[in-house]
């Protein structure tokens, strides 16, 4: 007796929700403090767990940036650390993100479309996932999208977001390697440089 060919993908789509329905899902407690998820395109996704070398390199971005933003740019900005932001129909939580405004502006709220200058994600294990992630940021015109790659010891810079839908995308990209020198810039402001030795674990 001939048996059936079993389906070799998920024969069937997730459920999307919104942004509103995803907060509704977490005030009533759909998820635990310790369901480390977030939305992408309208799907609840789970994040990979975090390494040693994943959380050092986040720290030393994070300090890095920290200092160059200070009284360098003409209004308040401020860098994030593996915090949410609302963009679409997606709440990511980049690694790193700098943002327009202080720390108080966002008490009510998570940062938005036309507030987020920079996000950056730190991949080891979840490389597929973070460049997927460039279109979801170029979609919602995110200037600037640095992927930090462990594994090859380079960090991809993306930039000049063009949105379309499913097709946006950043039309500009550049790999720096290890022994590179990163330029950093704030609302088209560049004020500084970073080597790229100096960001890895």
């Known amino acids: 007796m001939a048996t059936a060919d079993l389906p070799q993908s998920i024969p069937y789509q997730p459920l999307r929700v919104s942004v509103e329905r995803y907060h509704d899902l977490i005030r009533a407690g759909a998820f635990s403090e310790h369901d480390e998820v977030e939305l992408l395109d309208g799907v609840v996704t789970e994040k990979m767990s975090k390494n040693p070398r994943h959380a050092l390199a986040t720290r030393k971005i994070d300090l890095a940036l920290s200092k160059l933003i200070v009284h360098l740019v003409p209004e308040a900005w401020h860098v994030r650390n593996q915090e949410p932001v609302t963009i679409l129909n997606s709440e990511p939580e980049p690694d790193i993100a700098i943002v327009r405004g202080k720390l108080d502006d966002y008490a009510n709220r998570h940062p938005g479309v036309g507030e987020i200058d920079l996000v950056i994600e730190v991949a080891d294990t979840s490389l597929v996932t973070d460049r997927y992630k460039a279109g979801i940021y170029a979609a919602a015109e995110i200037p600037t999208y640095w992927l930090v790659n462990l594994s090859d010891a380079t960090i ?35 004020i500084g440089h970073i080597s790229v030795r100096n960001l890895l674990p």
Do not use: F, K, N, W
């Open 156 to 190: 991809e810079v993306y930039d000049s977001p063009v949105s379309g839908g499913e097709a946006s995308r950043y039309a500009g990209s550049q790999v720096y390697a290890e022994d590179g020198t990163l330029p950093v810039s704030v609302a088209g402001i560049e």
